[in-house]
């Protein structure tokens, strides 16, 4: 905010929404939603802040884009609650997301490092024991069959038919490509972002859009990390302001 608070000073919610960019509307919502402590009243019923709630504002607004509003919500609302370990808990997983996210990515940029060019005209030969079905293939990677028809129909995988039985049979650069599609549908890209990619690995020397859309996910998962870090400061901030609040509180009571 603008100007340094004094210990008890009241802030009406114009204030407190100001120093932010946000609306009154924005602050009672957070209030009624738990991710504010509840404010003071005056005798006419007007709504009171202090610097408290300054804190828990700038704790919220700092978790939100390394955890998304969701979780950032649900983590002020334990506090709030007095349940801090179950705001630790999500806490936990949202870091676990990003270890798991961090982990795709990496096998991602294994995948590409494995992958040999192919031209259109190279047709896939392969015999009996050099192919897979769809079910075992769908199966292996925790994924339907039916996911696998999805990716053929919009060009990511090109099977060929067995001609006695006309079932699929997944070659070894088939499976490659399904594996590659597979991990960047975890990473959050669409069919239609990943098609074009795909199209580039088949064709020699064609991995350069691959890569820079790898090097955007790296961008990305280091501005989350550093992003939960300063959530994590401010959060900080705001425990020990409660806890010198309290510890006050009883101070007085006795």
Request: hydrophobic letters at 40%; aromatic letters at 4%; a positive charge.
């Amino acid at each position: 905010m603008g100007r340094n608070l004094q210990s008890g000073e009241r802030l009406r919610p114009v204030d407190l929404a100001r120093g932010h960019g946000l609306s009154t509307q924005a602050i009672r919502n957070y209030e009624e939603a738990g991710i504010l402590p509840a404010a003071g009243r005056t005798p006419h019923g007007y709504r009171t802040y202090t610097s408290l709630h300054v804190v828990a504002l700038r704790a919220f607004l700092a978790l939100v884009p390394g955890h998304g509003h969701r979780t950032a919500a649900s983590v002020m609302r334990a506090v709030n609650q007095g349940a801090v370990d179950e705001a630790f808990r999500l806490i936990d997983e949202s870091h676990a997301q990003l270890l798991d996210d961090r982990r795709t990515l990496q096998a991602v940029e294994s995948a590409l490092h494995d992958l040999e060019p192919t031209t259109a005209s190279e047709p896939a030969e392969v015999s009996g024991p050099g192919g897979t079905f769809i079910g075992p293939l769908a199966g292996n990677l925790g994924i339907r069959p039916a996911t696998l028809r999805k990716w053929e129909r919009a060009g990511l995988v090109r099977p060929r038919r067995d001609p006695r039985t006309g079932y699929r049979v997944y070659d070894e650069a088939d499976v490659r490509d399904v594996r590659l599609v597979h991990q960047l549908r975890r990473g959050g890209y669409l069919l239609e972002q990943i098609a074009p990619l795909i199209a580039q690995v088949r064709a020699a020397g064609g991995l350069e859009p691959l890569e820079a859309a790898l090097s955007d996910w790296h961008g990305r998962l280091s501005a989350r990390g550093r992003a939960m870090l300063a959530g994590a400061a401010e959060l900080e901030a705001y425990l020990r302001r409660r806890g010198r609040d309290s510890a006050s509180d009883d101070g007085v009571e006795g």
